[in-house]
C-alpha cells in the first residue's frame, strides 16, 4: 500500500508523540480540500464529507440565520492542522468523523454546556465534557448472500485471527474506523491477544483504502466477507437494491460489535460564542432527525429522547449489538503503537 496513503495516521501520531509540525511532514494543504475560503462565518472543520452533510449545515443555517464558513477535509489530517496551528487557529467547532480524531485535540477544546452533554449518554462523550458524540456507527461484518452461509459466520470477530479460518476478509487497514476498532480491542483484550489476532487476520485478508471498496469487492464476490461500518451496507442498497449482501452483527459484549462514533467539540478560542453553541445544540436535536430520516447513511442518532430521533426502521436496535464499554476518549492515546502493530502485523505494507 502506497505511503501516501498513511499520512493522516502518520502526522497524528507523529504529532503527539514527538510535537511534530505538518510542514515537517509534508505541508498540510492536503487537509483543506473543500474549505470555502470565505472567512464569514462560523469557522468549522469538518471530517464529515461534504456529499453527505452539506444539505444539514444548510439547514441549519436557513432555520437560524448563523452562517457557515466549513472547510472540509480528512478528520485525521484536519485534527493534526489544528495541533499545528494552536492558538492561532480559525476554527470554532470541529465536527470529526471519529472519537479517535477529536480526542487528539481534547486539550485544545472547550467544556461543552451541561445541556448539550445531557443529551446523550455517558459512553458517547468525552468524560471530562469536551466533546460529545453526534452518531454511532456499529462493526460488523459484512457478507455476499450467495456465497457464504450466514449460520455459519461466527458470534464474535476473534475467530477471524485464526490462521485457519476458511476464506478472504476485505479490511482497510490505513482507514480511521479500522484503527480506531483495533485501538478498542487493544484497551479490551491488551496488545498481546491484539497482536496475535492481527497477526493471524493478515493470512488471508485482503486490504483495501476505503470502507466502501470493501463493500463493492464483498458485492462483487471478489471476496466473501468485510470488516467494515454497519452503514455502508445501506449506502451500496441505496444504489443497487438487488445487490447480494448483508451485514452480520456480532454478539453482544463482543469487541467486533464496537460503537465508534463521528463526535463534535467547540474550539477553546470560541468558549462561550453563542452561534458555536447553537450549531452544537443543532447537531445534537435537529441533526438527529438528519442522521435517522433524510441522510444516505444510516447512522445511530444517539439522542433518542425525543420523537423523530429515532434510528431507521432498518437498523436493529443499537442497545442490541453494543460491544464493550469502552472509553472513546482512550482511542487516541498511542495512535503510533496501534498503526505500528498494524504494520507488525503485514497488513500495510
Known sequence: MPARRLLPLLIIALLVTAGATLAACGGSDSATSGATGSGDGLVVYSGREEELV?????????????????RYGDSAELAATLLEEGDATPAQVFYAQDAGSIGVIED?????????LDLIPARYRDPAGRWTGVTGRVRVLIYNTERVDAAKLPDSVLPLGDKDWPGDVGVAPTN??????VSAMREELG???????????SDHARTYEKNSQIVDAVASGEV??????????????GSDPETPIANH????????????????????????????????TYLLTQGQVFFANDAEEREYPLNASEPGMERAEELPPLDDNLGPDVNLA????????????IRDAGLIM
Open 224 to 237: 466473501d466477507t468485510g470488516l467494515v461500518n454497519h452503514y455502508y451496507l445501506y449506502e451500496k442498497l
Open 249 to 280: 452483527y456480532f454478539a453482544p459484549g463482543d469487541v467486533g460489535s464496537f460503537v465508534n462514533v463521528s463526535a463534535v467539540g467547540i474550539l477553546a478560542g470560541a468558549s462561550g460564542n453563542p452561534d458555536a453553541e447553537a450549531f452544537v
Open 176 to 181: 480511521a474506523s479500522f484503527v480506531g476498532f
Open 108 to 116: 485544545r477544546l472547550a467544556e461543552l454546556p451541561a445541556s448539550d
Open 54 to 70: 452539506a444539505p444539514l449545515y444548510e439547514q441549519f443555517t436557513a432555520e437560524t440565520g448563523i452562517k457557515l464558513d466549513v
Open 191 to 201: 496488545d498481546e491477544q491484539t497482536a496475535a489476532w492481527l497477526s493471524g487476520l
Open 330 to 341: 482512550d482511542l487516541s492515546k498511542d495512535l503510533e503503537g496501534t498503526v505500528k502493530m
